[in-house]
């Protein structure tokens, strides 16, 4: 399968608050630990202070990702696979999550049909500089010719 | 000494090759839709009359809600047993995942069950206190197929300290 989006080529996203509420709201719903609940248990924790849930922020770097994915006419599907996903510093309140992805292979083998499989690298910043997390993953993009031309 | 906690324990307590089946979950329409509205949004996850006539032929489940639902049941199961750690815990903090793959789609109605088996303990010694803990996770559905699998590091504390 050819493939029309150039390796190593950049794409940034637009980025989102981490505030206190979206943070407590995933919280309490996925991850109920007081390092991300209770400011003061928080700050006697590993992390410090109150800080976001890894899989918040790995969801968080999905809803950036299929939005900068679409944004360039990348017709993304669904994820299908994470290689690797490290999360290398807490997210702490009101940092600005945003990502930046490199596009990777494309190519045939996606185990969604009629779907091709684009390889992504994930870098999670906080907007201040930081990298707090980093993710190889695989998306299913439609093969569809119209949406392959990536902007440059 | 070994604790009968499952996050009081150290390093050295936790054993290769345990295994446990720790929660089960049966998804509804809402928290799908919720969720992808959130974090993932695609038509297929946010719109039951679009999804119908779509690739999946009806509505399913963003991946990363079957993974942060791994999470939740994770903590139920862990937090039970974490009465008289006073000190925060010691062990649970994930640094990395590896190889994690969706490979069925979750819909309404279904309901996983999650396990995970220690694998590995890596000789590393981390900020001089921790260690890493690898293990293999899996979730699988109500009709015995896995629909997510992925290892997990975690730290844990080590007992002998200087």
């Excluded at chain 1, 996203?13 to 719903?29: E, M, N, P």
């Excluded at chain 2, 919720?34 to 297929?44: G, I, S």
């Excluded at chain 2, 640094?95 to 309404?108: H, S, T």
Aim: aromatic share 10%; charged share 25%; hydrophobic share 40%.
């Amino acid at each position: 399968m050819a493939t029309s989006t150039e390796p190593d080529s950049y794409l940034t996203s637009t980025s989102i608050a981490l505030d206190s509420g979206s943070i407590a709201r995933f919280a309490a719903q996925f991850d109920p630990q007081p390092y991300h609940l209770d400011r003061e248990a928080a700050a006697n924790s590993i992390f410090g202070g109150l800080c976001a849930s890894g899989w918040h922020i790995a969801a968080l770097a999905t809803r950036l990702t299929v939005e900068t994915l679409l944004k360039h006419g990348i017709a993304y599907v669904t994820m299908t696979s994470v290689g690797e996903l490290k999360w290398t510093r807490p997210s702490f309140v009101d940092e600005q999550i945003g990502v930046r992805l490199t596009l990777g292979e494309r190519a045939g083998d996606s185990p969604i049909p009629d779907t091709d499989r684009l390889d992504l690298l994930v870098d999670v910043h906080n907007g201040e500089g930081d990298i707090v997390a980093t993710m190889t993953a695989s998306a299913a993009v439609t093969r569809d010719p119209t949406a392959e031309e990536v902007a440059p | 000494m070994t604790s009968l906690y499952i996050r009081d324990r150290w390093f050295e307590d936790i054993p290769v090759g345990e295994f446990h089946v720790f929660g089960s979950h049966t998804f509804s329409e809402l928290e799908i839709v919720e969720f992808a509205l959130v974090f993932d949004p695609r038509p297929e996850s946010t719109d039951p009359e679009i999804a119908r006539n779509n690739r999946w032929r009806g509505l399913v489940a963003s991946p990363w809600l079957v993974t942060s639902m791994w999470m939740r049941k994770m903590v139920d199961y862990m937090e039970v047993y974490a009465q008289g750690v006073n000190d925060g815990r010691r062990n649970g903090a994930g640094v990395a995942i590896r190889d994690l793959k969706w490979l069925e789609q979750v819909r309404p109605g279904h309901t996983l069950t999650y396990t995970y088996e220690i694998i590995a303990k890596p000789d590393r010694v981390i900020r001089d206190k921790w260690g890493l803990i690898c293990s293999r996770n899996e979730a699988f559905n109500q009709y015995g197929n896995k629909v997510m699998q992925f290892e997990i590091d975690i730290l844990a504390e080590r007992a002998a300290q200087a």
